[in-house]
């Protein structure tokens, strides 16, 4: 019995130990045996390519050791495109950033500085800026008097006409009268005291329109220049906020004569949300004259000229054209140096954006030719030479896609230049041949 059971025992130790055996050598078979482990396919065309990356030890976690390690569990004998397909896993750049900022590249120009005039074309979700131009026409009985050139009045309203019609574009004009009724006699004081008029409302200037209102009056009364002001601030009640401008030109030839304090309503009316600018046109005025009006101006937060002649007048309100017709020249050249600023930002982009493109597929190349010959070292290749070419091929699909992606863009941005430059320098020859005398 004690036999029977030791050689059971035995039997049982020596079955024992041979599954041991058995069972390391077939882990040992399965450790050394090579990954058979799946890829995903490859893509074969450039708009696959650069969406595949990055592989496992793209860019910076390239490590050449690491990468043979991987390379040796391979199996052997591999066809081109298996071999493909894992150095793509393996080596594949990330272009996605680069395709996402070629595409975010906007290539149009288009400029923005402010017109001269004040006047611009609102941004998106803006206000437009809003000129209102009134002019306060002292329309007395001393406006019959003569100057060199002619009779004060038709002198005014010939300069008062011309400024209108060359005032900024999209800018609003309006025409007040005062002192035009009754005459300087004594008796009709009362009644041309409280001669103020709209004759031109404000809008839009209209040549035929305006030429009307001048021709509705004639110089015959007193001098209510505060009442005038006064009624300028109702004019442009409502007219207000960021993006209005209100200026006032009085063109006088004397003072208040009819009790008013136009020093205080110039004041108020641009202390007031109105916020008016009050110029004074001092036209054949005495001294005393003189220094009357420039306090009116100075209240008004505006300026004050004096003119002896038609011509001068004519000067003065000209004076704003010979301005901004500098301001038009220079816009243009600025506008135009704006437009050659944004293309060179852009395709300093487009460069860098460019070159790093370049420098992962020339990287990418490197290294999958390095890892293709050392499978080919090991025995992994069928045919080496066909693992090249799709590599180059690779390579080259990428190069063609920058090349013609870099072009295209090139070319979009510099028409766009091109034609900004071209529409700013038009724009302000346009307005300075406005503004020309």
């Not at 693992?387 to 072009?407: A, F, M, V």
Request: with cysteine; charged share 35%; glycine share 8%.
């Amino acid at each position: 019995m004690k036999r029977l059971f030791s050689g059971m025992l035995i039997l049982c130790l020596l079955f024992s130990s041979g599954c041991s055996l058995l069972s390391s050598q077939d882990n040992t078979a399965d450790k050394d045996k090579p990954n058979k482990e799946e890829v995903k396919k490859a893509a074969t065309d450039v708009e696959g390519m650069l969406r595949e990356g990055p592989g496992k030890y793209a860019g910076d976690k390239y490590d050449e050791e690491k990468v043979k390690a991987e390379l040796d569990k391979l199996p052997d004998n591999m066809t081109t495109d298996e071999a493909y397909n894992h150095l793509v896993a393996l080596l594949a750049e990330d272009y996605k950033p680069e395709v996402k900022a070629l595409d975010e590249l906007d290539p149009t120009i288009r400029t923005d500085r402010e017109t001269p005039g004040d006047v611009n074309a609102p941004e998106e979700g803006e206000l437009p800026k809003q000129v209102n131009v009134e002019i306060l026409l002292d329309a007395s009985g001393s406006m019959a008097g003569r100057v060199s050139g002619g009779v004060k009045m038709d002198l005014a309203k010939d300069a008062i006409r011309k400024f209108a019609s060359k005032l900024p574009e999209g800018a609003r004009v309006a025409l007040r009268v005062y002192g035009h009724k009754g005459s300087n006699q004594q008796k009709d004081k009362a009644l041309s005291c409280k001669s103020t008029e709209m004759v031109y409302p404000l809008g839009e200037y209209d040549k035929s329109s305006f030429q009307k209102s001048l021709n509705k009056f004639r110089p015959t009364g007193w001098t209510p220049l505060a009442a005038a002001i006064e009624q300028a601030k109702s004019d442009l009640s409502g007219k207000t906020g960021e993006n209005v401008e209100n200026i006032i030109y009085v063109v006088s030839d004397g003072i208040e004569t009819c009790g008013g304090d136009p020093v205080k309503a110039a004041k108020e009316l641009h202390d007031s949300e109105i916020q008016a600018i009050v110029n004074i046109i001092g036209f054949d005025v005495d001294n005393a004259g003189q220094r009357a009006l420039k306090k009116v101006a100075e209240a008004g937060g505006g300026e004050y000229a004096t003119v002896n002649t038609g011509d001068d007048l004519q000067r003065h309100l000209e004076k704003e054209y010979r301005r901004l017709r500098s301001e038009w020249l220079m816009w243009g050249i600025d506008s135009a140096s704006d437009a050659r600023k944004m293309w060179g930002d852009k395709i300093d982009v487009l460069n860098e954006t460019i070159d790093k493109i370049r420098d992962k597929y020339n990287r990418e190349k490197g290294r999958m030719t390095d890892a293709k010959d050392y499978l080919n070292s090991i025995g992994k290749l069928k045919a080496s030479f066909e693992l090249s070419n799709k590599i180059s091929n690779r390579w080259l699909k990428l190069y063609e896609y920058t090349n013609k992606r870099s072009i295209t863009l090139r070319d979009q941005l510099w028409n766009a230049r091109m034609d900004e430059e071209d529409r700013v320098k038009e724009k302000a020859r346009d307005m300075q041949e406005k503004y020309e005398q």
